[in-house]
């Protein structure tokens, strides 16, 4: 069965320090990633998808960045965080083959003081 | 623009009834999904309305019509377990989820 690692869970960094959260899955091959941050009283919002190693597409401008360094690995980075970079940070996956069901990971709660 | 809207809150008593409605204005429609999240966790799915109708999924159904832009999350026999928040979403014609902010679903005995 397929599963979706992610971590830390909880961090608390101070502005202007670097980010980095790292998501894995497990149990399948060539998944479509995402990492979305969602926000209280609010949509989840879209930052990054990825359909392959090293494919990025970025939905929203700001100082995050995220990379597929390998076929299961997406990982979100920021050099220097911001205080509304705060938030409830998520990856999901979704087969390539077009199965419909995104599946989340647990959760990076982030606070930036 | 693209907007979901569902109610913020909602509160209901244990074993009843309570139905959570979504409506939509999106760029068109490729299928409307609901998730059920509990605090401090990551959502996760409980159904996929393409069509219109009542889907049933044990004491979760969830109804689609297309032609209203509208849908709802019907939960019976609450139990106490289902105090969650719901998240409606929307696949637009570019096969993106639009998100709604989710309404958050309480219990009392």
């Known amino acids: 069965s397929q599963t979706i690692h992610q971590w830390p869970a909880t961090l608390v960094q101070p502005v202007g320090s670097p980010l980095s959260l790292e998501c894995t899955v497990e149990g399948t091959s060539n998944p479509n990633l995402y990492w979305y941050r969602q926000a209280a009283g609010r949509g989840l919002q879209l930052l990054f998808y990825?359909?392959?190693?090293?494919?990025i597409s970025s939905e929203v401008p700001q100082n995050l960045s995220a990379s597929r360094p390998q076929d299961r690995q997406f990982i979100l980075s920021s050099k220097k965080l911001l205080l509304s970079d705060s938030g409830f940070y998520l990856c999901?996956?979704?087969?390539?083959?077009?199965?419909?069901?995104?599946?989340f990971g647990a959760g990076s709660r982030l606070t930036v003081l | 623009g693209q907007n979901i809207d569902q109610p913020t809150e909602m509160t209901a008593t244990e074993g009843a009834i309570v139905q959570i409605n979504c409506t939509y204005q999106t760029s068109g429609f490729n299928g409307l999904f609901w998730y059920q999240q509990h605090a401090g966790e990551a959502p996760t799915f409980l159904s996929y309305?393409?069509l219109d109708g009542l889907e049933e999924k044990g004491r979760f159904s969830s109804f689609l019509s297309r032609s209203k832009g509208y849908s709802y999350l019907l939960l019976k026999e609450l139990q106490m377990k289902d105090s969650a928040s719901y998240l409606c979403?929307?696949?637009?014609?570019?096969?993106?989820?639009?998100w709604g902010a989710g309404t958050k679903l309480i219990i009392k005995p």
């Open positions: 990825s359909v392959g190693i090293g494919q």
């Open positions: 979403a929307v696949r637009d014609s570019n096969y993106q989820l639009i």
């Open positions: 309305n393409v």
């Open positions: 999901a996956w979704k087969g390539a083959n077009g199965a419909n069901v995104l599946t």
